[in-house]
């Protein structure tokens, strides 16, 4: 079946570490997504890409960094930068080039204790 | 710039309707609808174009008025399985391209109650 893993699920880490949260998709997707989900404040985007080798900074890029070495894979690393990193992180994809929906994974949840 | 919906919160009994509204500054290429329950992925419930299109998916429907930059969503005749947190996404575009770029408001909580 086709769909989006994201992985871990659930994610505990010390203050000041670096994080990487894998996103893959087998949709045949162009597009790829990452959302931070914080309660009362919506899904805000970090970064985006429509092709592969490709992105750009979303409205909360600050303390994030991505790659998109391949078009099944955009995984994002949260880096010591970022203040306030506990949250609910959801990645998407979807079809480039058309007005078409987006496909979640099921997220990950960091906690940075 | 996240689009603003509102409410933020409604509560209702079955069979009773709702709207939620979200509004953008700029000039809209299309305007999606997503519904999350808790603990989940966000679910898709439609997409509108510009045009001024309205679309219906069984009691729920929505329109998107092109002049003021403004989509609502309406949910007729409310069943429990309604409930969750509504998100529109916009996006913006030029000459019948999308930048890409899908911001999400921050959230209207629906909560239906038998």
């Known amino acids: 079946d086709g769909g989006i893993t994201q992985s871990p699920k659930y994610l505990f880490r010390k203050e000041g570490q670096n994080v990487t949260l894998s996103c893959e998709q087998n949709?045949?997707?162009?597009?790829m997504y990452w959302y931070r989900q914080d309660p009362g404040q919506g899904l805000r985007l970090i970064y985006y890409?429509?092709?592969?080798?490709?992105?750009q900074k979303g409205d909360i890029a600050e303390g994030y960094s991505v790659s998109r070495e391949k078009k099944e894979s955009f995984p994002l690393t949260v880096t010591s930068a970022q203040k306030n990193p506990t949250a609910f992180y959801l990645c998407?994809?979807?079809?480039?080039?058309?007005?078409?929906?987006?496909?979640f994974g099921e997220g990950s949840r960091l906690t940075v204790l | 710039q996240q689009p603003v919906q509102s409410p933020q919160a409604v509560i209702l009994r079955e069979g009773e309707d709702a709207v939620i509204n979200c509004s953008s500054s700029k000039a809209l290429y299309s305007v999606h609808w997503y519904r999350q329950k808790h603990g989940e992925a966000p679910v898709f419930l439609m997409i509108l174009l510009k045009g001024g299109e309205q679309k219906g998916h069984d009691k729920i429907s929505a329109s998107f008025n092109e002049k003021k930059q403004q989509s609502s969503l309406y949910l007729t005749a409310s069943q429990l399985s309604y409930s969750g947190t509504y998100f529109c996404?916009?996006?913006?575009?030029?000459?019948?391209?999308?930048?890409?770029?899908?911001?999400f408001g921050q959230g209207t909580i629906l909560t239906v109650h038998p």
């Open positions: 949709l045949n997707h162009d597009a």
């Open positions: 998407a994809s979807r079809l480039a080039g058309d007005r078409g929906e987006l496909f």
């Open positions: 890409s429509q092709i592969v080798n490709d992105f």
């Open positions: 996404g916009t996006e913006l575009g030029a000459g019948g391209t999308s930048y890409g770029k899908l911001t």
